[in-house]
Each structure stands twice: as structure tokens, then as C-alpha cells.
């Protein structure tokens, strides 16, 4: 699976959008990008992932480059419970067999969201 | 349901003793996984299983045994832990062992070794 690069942290104002970027430059077309974050003292928790297009849920919105080398997630209106560290995972789908999917967390983003 | 239950949430064992955690999800995933989190790192995974079967061991050592009874619910064994052992240690399920599932996470188990 490709490295994955994310600054340390991030600050962002209440109610503003944050955009967390990841550097992914080595990524193979099979290779989807993950995004979690894990709030203080509780589990990781799944947001969104692509392939190649841009995605959108409840929660955030993914942005993929033309050439996936890099991505943004965007959470469209920060509040105080999006402090969090975000996780960008890239992950190669295809593989067969069992034990095919292992998530391997770099350092992640500290977003801390200010009032 | 989309919820993985762990207990304890809180756990201090000395170095001899034999206990264990457990995780439990009802939202029949035939993915379970054991990740282990010290303070201020991200979470390391240590076991998988497939289809109630240990297909991933992270060169976890063996006084860690994971068991998976049944497809809703996996435990984790310890005995001769050592300080270095305290960590949340965090299950997760996914709907298949694949990418393109995303994994649920239970809120961990805190555990202090002492």
C-alpha cells in the first residue's frame, strides 16, 4: 500500500470548512483512499474513500487530483466535535484470499476546531 | 445496529494474572480485528480473522491469544503481561475482509498492567 503524507496538525475555525490535505504521490490505480478519524480516547471512525472520483456523504466531502497523487478531505462546517487526528490510509483493493485488508495508520492530522 | 461493543472498558491486571477482553458485534460481519494503541501512536493492528479464522497474526507475541468463539463475537486472551503491554486496545469488524468495507470500531478496552 502506498505511504501516505499529512501534516501534523491543523487549526480551524468554528463553522469554517477544513481541508485536510494527504500526500499520496506513489498510489497505484487499484489503490483506494481512506479517510478516518479517531476523537480523543475513542475508537477510530470511518468517514469516506475513493478511487478516483470525488465522493460525498453526511459527513465530509473527499477531493482525488486528476493525477492521484494527493487528496483533500473537507468537512464543509467544522464544529467543536470535529477536533479529532485524521487518518489518510491508501489501500490496494483487488488482492485475493482472506486477510487481504489490513488498515495501517500513519500519524494522521491533529485538527483541533477553534471557537 | 452498527455497533461493536467492548468490555471492560477499564482493566488493570498485575504481571501473573490471567484475564481477558471481549468484543461483540451483531451486524453479521464475518471480519473481526484486534488493534493495539499506545498513548500518543496510532492504532497497530495485531490480529485478523476471516471468517472466524486467524488469517493475519502481526508477529503478536504469545502471551497475547485471540479466539473467535463464534462470527459476532472475538475475545482477546492475556496472561504474563508486562508495564510495556498498557495501551487501548481497540476491535474492530468489517462487513467482508476486503477493501471496500469499511471497519467499525468499538471504543476500546483501557488496560494498565502492573
Known amino acids: 500500500d502506498a505511504k501516505t503524507t499529512q501534516p501534523p496538525s491543523m487549526d480551524c475555525a468554528e463553522g469554517r470548512a477544513a481541508n485536510l490535505p494527504c500526500n499520496h504521490s506513489?498510489?497505484?490505480?487499484?489503490?483506494?483512499v481512506y479517510w478516518y478519524r479517531q476523537i480523543h480516547s475513542q475508537g477510530p471512525q470511518y468517514i469516506i474513500h475513493?478511487?478516483?472520483n470525488n465522493e460525498t456523504n453526511e459527513m465530509a466531502s473527499l477531493i482525488i487530483t486528476e493525477d492521484r497523487k494527493s487528496s483533500t478531505l473537507i468537512l464543509p462546517h467544522a464544529t467543536l466535535r470535529d477536533t479529532a487526528v485524521y487518518y489518510c490510509?491508501?489501500?490496494?483493493?483487488?488482492?485475493?484470499?482472506?486477510?487481504?485488508?489490513?488498515?495501517?495508520f500513519g500519524k494522521g492530522t491533529k485538527l483541533s476546531v477553534i471557537p | 445496529d452498527t455497533e461493536v461493543t467492548q468490555t471492560p472498558k477499564h482493566l488493570v491486571m498485575g504481571m501473573t494474572n490471567k484475564k481477558s477482553l471481549k468484543c461483540e458485534q451483531h451486524?453479521?460481519?464475518?471480519?473481526m480485528y484486534w488493534y493495539k494503541q499506545k498513548a500518543k501512536k496510532p492504532p497497530e493492528l495485531m490480529f485478523v480473522?476471516?471468517?472466524?479464522?486467524?488469517?493475519i497474526n502481526e508477529s503478536v507475541p504469545s502471551r497475547f491469544s485471540p479466539e473467535c468463539p463464534n462470527s459476532s463475537l472475538l475475545n482477546l486472551h492475556l496472561h504474563a503481561l508486562q508495564p510495556e503491554d498498557s495501551a487501548l486496545y481497540l476491535c474492530?469488524?468489517?462487513?467482508?475482509?476486503?477493501?471496500?468495507?469499511?471497519?467499525?470500531f468499538g471504543p476500546g478496552t483501557r488496560l494498565t498492567v502492573t
Open positions: 474492530a469488524s468489517s462487513q467482508e475482509p476486503q477493501v471496500g468495507y469499511e471497519q467499525y
Open positions: 506513489t498510489i497505484s490505480g487499484n489503490e483506494y
Open positions: 475513493g478511487l478516483k
Open positions: 490510509i491508501a489501500l490496494e483493493s483487488g488482492r485475493s484470499g482472506a486477510g487481504s485488508y489490513q488498515l495501517t
Open positions: 451486524m453479521g460481519h464475518r471480519a
Open positions: 480473522y476471516s471468517y472466524e479464522k486467524l488469517s
